[in-house]
């Protein structure tokens, strides 16, 4: 596509239940990134794919959060159990390699999940 | 962990006016990068800097970057009121990893 796809947008969900957010990186990126914003905060690192190696997983704030990414392309951050100080902007990133070769990251619109 | 850290935390300006905005960080870097975000949703790269580099230009945007510093400024000159948005640098170091501070705000006033 032409630019980082993200759903859902928005969503309101009960504490306790499980979410899924979809991120869709543009065609070739074989990076992708995910991150969180919590309101008025900057980003905080979640985790990363590049190509066919072993994600990192360091950010990742609890063992509640996991992400998967298919084929190289879609990827989807699971959050179960969801507690209200999950509630923020989960933004995901993609880039054709590793920044320290000078690629730019380009971001989705993010999804704003709201736990009530 | 946050490293690069953007100062002022918040600027309001006239239209027409400049707007500066500083990034300091705190360990060596390959790239500095500038974001400009809208209403809390996705980020818009503005400009790459890389650490070989003491310049560069966009339209109405001028970053510089002092590596012996540690520290970055974006300046954006003739503020629009479409220029009212959250500022974030971001510096990646030995990984890949993209570091964001916790962002300027700036306001445009018409």
């Known amino acids: 596509g032409a630019g980082v796809s993200q759903s859902p947008s928005n969503k309101v969900t009960e504490k306790g239940k499980d979410v899924e957010l979809r991120c869709d990186p543009i065609s070739g990126h074989t990076a992708l990134y995910w991150y969180r914003q919590s309101l008025g905060q900057g980003l905080e690192f979640l985790i990363y794919f590049q190509g066919n190696s072993a994600p990192d997983k360091s950010g990742l704030p609890s063992d509640r959060f996991s992400a998967e990414r298919t084929g190289g392309s879609v990827s989807t951050l699971t959050i179960q159990r969801t507690q209200q100080e999950d509630s923020a902007v989960y933004l995901c990133?993609?880039?054709?390699?590793?920044?320290?070769?000078?690629?730019?990251?380009?971001f989705g619109e993010g999804s704003w999940l709201t736990v009530v | 962990s946050q490293q690069g850290e953007e100062d002022p935390q918040a600027l309001s300006i006239q239209e027409g006016e400049n707007a500066t905005m500083n990034c300091s960080y705190k360990?060596?870097?390959?790239?500095l990068q500038w974001y400009r975000q809208n209403s809390g949703r996705g980020l818009v790269h503005l400009i790459l800097i890389r650490s070989n580099e003491r310049e560069k230009h966009s339209g109405r945007l001028r970053v510089t970057l002092d590596t012996s510093k540690k520290s970055s400024s974006l300046l954006i000159t003739a503020s629009r009121a479409a220029d009212t948005a959250s500022y974030f640098c971001a510096t990646d170091g030995d990984d890949y990893k993209l570091s964001f501070g916790a962002g300027t705000t700036v306001t445009v006033r018409a």
């Open positions: 360990t060596s870097i390959n790239n």
């Open positions: 990133a993609s880039s054709l390699g590793p920044t320290a070769g000078g690629n730019t990251i380009y």
